[in-house]
């Protein structure tokens, strides 16, 4: 019988305590959305996570400011099978970053018609 209660007050607690932190959540993220927090730290985390400076990216592939499109998408593949086969994920990672990278330089560039 103690049994009983003891987990009926363990269910009806736990559904209030899941519902006070589902509201407080909602608050927290009302208040945010007015002030413009949520919005500035998403775009911060997204900036942040995915970009890699043009310096950067040329030290990882290895190349330098004059080098073609070509020579940079030849360093990508070479080095991003190299990896694939023996190497680790996360400098794969960087490598692929990397091009991304570049690949942004070189088409503004383009569109720009510097090259």
């Known amino acids: 019988m103690a049994a009983k209660l003891l987990a009926n007050?363990?269910?009806?607690g736990s559904g209030v305590l899941a519902r006070a932190f589902v509201q407080a959540y909602r608050q927290a993220l009302t208040n945010a959305s007015k002030t413009g927090v949520a919005h500035e730290a998403t775009q911060s985390l997204r900036r942040a996570s995915k970009t890699m400076a043009e310096g950067e990216a040329r030290q990882v592939l290895g190349v330098t400011e004059n080098a073609?499109?070509?020579?940079i998408v030849q360093r990508y593949d070479n080095m991003f099978e190299r990896n694939a086969k023996s190497g680790s994920f996360y400098l794969q990672s960087k490598v692929h970053r990397a091009k991304e990278?570049?690949?942004g330089?070189?088409?503004?560039?383009a569109e720009g018609g510097d090259i």
């Open 68 to 71: 073609s499109w070509e020579e």
């Open 101 to 103: 990278c570049l690949e």
């Open 105 to 109: 330089v070189y088409r503004k560039k």
């Open 9 to 12: 007050l363990l269910v009806v």
